[in-house]
């Protein structure tokens, strides 16, 4: 059964601090890993990774991913109090038309 | 920037009736979706559509369910003979192109659903 693994499950931190988010998965025929950040409804894409070793960035926010070990890690830089959000991974299958997601991580920042 | 839109964004219905879930995909998308997700759990895929027809969906999408695209904007999931355990957020997407499939996937902001 295909299965993407998000952790922490829940992270707080300060305003300022730098968090890395981690999603495994197990997916056959794997063809790309997303990110999305979801706050109060709808999931918004962030990041699609379908190469290992290349990051992709958006200004505080980057994203790898390492097809050997089967892993994906989101990283938040100098984090600000509207990055409070549940950020989600899923992973697309190849030739498949759905998305299996992980249980997210719900990342709180305090001032 | 385009947007996908669902229309309610919350629905009370008495567990037995027929509720419709409606969605206008982004125009020039070529793939449409539906997931749902029970409060606290997963994001779970139910079914996708190409084509006019259905290309892929899942073990939860049984006859209870159907979707439609009624005319060349609106995308519907009907939920007949609803239960308890269909209360959720019902999340419809799009993805764009011809041969993109399931990539990048923009999702609506959801119809929450509560069978009572």
């Known amino acids: 059964e295909d299965k993407v693994v998000q952790s922490p499950l829940s992270l707080v931190v300060h305003e300022g601090d730098t968090v890395t988010l981690n999603c495994s998965y197990e997916v056959t025929n794997f063809r790309s890993l997303l990110w999305y950040k979801q706050e109060k409804k709808a999931p918004t894409f962030l990041f699609m990774l379908t190469s290992s070793g290349i990051e992709k960035k958006s200004g505080r926010l980057s994203s790898i991913l390492d097809k050997k070990e089967l892993f994906s890690i989101l990283n938040i830089t100098a984090t600000q109090t509207g990055d409070s959000a549940i950020y989600l991974c899923?992973?697309?299958?190849?030739?498949?038309?759905?998305?299996?997601f992980g249980q997210g991580t719900r990342l709180t920042i305090n001032p | 920037e385009p947007e996908v839109t669902q229309t309610p964004s919350h629905q009370v219905t008495q567990m037995g009736q027929e509720v419709i879930l409606r969605c206008v995909p982004i125009s020039n998308h070529l793939y449409f979706y539906w997931y749902r997700q029970i409060l606290g759990q997963k994001v779970e895929f139910l079914v996708s559509f190409y084509n006019n027809e259905i290309s892929e969906k899942s073990e939860i999408f049984d006859d209870q369910f159907s979707v439609e695209r009624p005319d060349g904007s609106n995308f519907t999931l009907k939920i007949r003979s609803t239960k308890l355990e269909d209360s959720a957020m019902y999340f419809c997407a799009s993805s764009g192109g011809s041969g993109s499939g399931a990539k990048q996937q923009y999702f609506g902001p959801g119809t929450r659903l509560t069978v009572t």
């Open positions: 899923a992973g697309v299958i190849q030739g498949a038309q759905k998305l299996v």
